[in-house]
């Protein structure tokens, strides 16, 4: 290990993915939802139209990269869900963040009572 890199190096896969992918997982971390549910959510987020040609490639993409599972709920419509592996890129992506941002007591109480306040 070069003295560039640190321990907690991000994991190549979250390397690659968008701000936009991250967010869809962490959307689907919370429980398996259909596409127009995911876009839903992301246009809360983003306060603006999120495109179904931007949104279903992406889903598609995470899905190939298994990331997501994509299921059938009928004819006409599918359901997303984080598998696994994408749990894991999201919690090294986590891990890699906190250990740029908490580097102070004061900075991990602040996260300490944000988890506790998700709870």
Do not use: C
Not at 67 to 75: N, Q, T
Not at 89 to 99: A, D, K, N, P, R
């Amino acid at each position: 290990m070069s003295e560039a890199q640190s321990e907690t190096e991000a994991p190549s896969i979250a390397r690659e993915l968008t701000a936009f992918q991250q967010n869809i997982l962490v959307i689907l971390a919370e429980e398996a939802r259909y596409g127009l549910a995911v876009k839903r959510e992301l246009e809360t987020y983003y306060d603006s139209d999120v495109n179904h040609g931007r949104l279903y490639p992406n889903l598609d993409d995470l899905v190939e990269m298994d990331l997501v599972e994509k299921s059938e709920l009928d004819k006409r419509t599918n359901e997303y869900g984080l598998t696994e592996k994408g749990y894991e890129v999201l919690l090294e992506q986590i891990e890699w963040e906190f250990s740029k941002i908490i580097q102070t007591e004061d900075r991990a109480a602040d996260f300490e009572e944000l988890l506790e306040a998700t709870r």
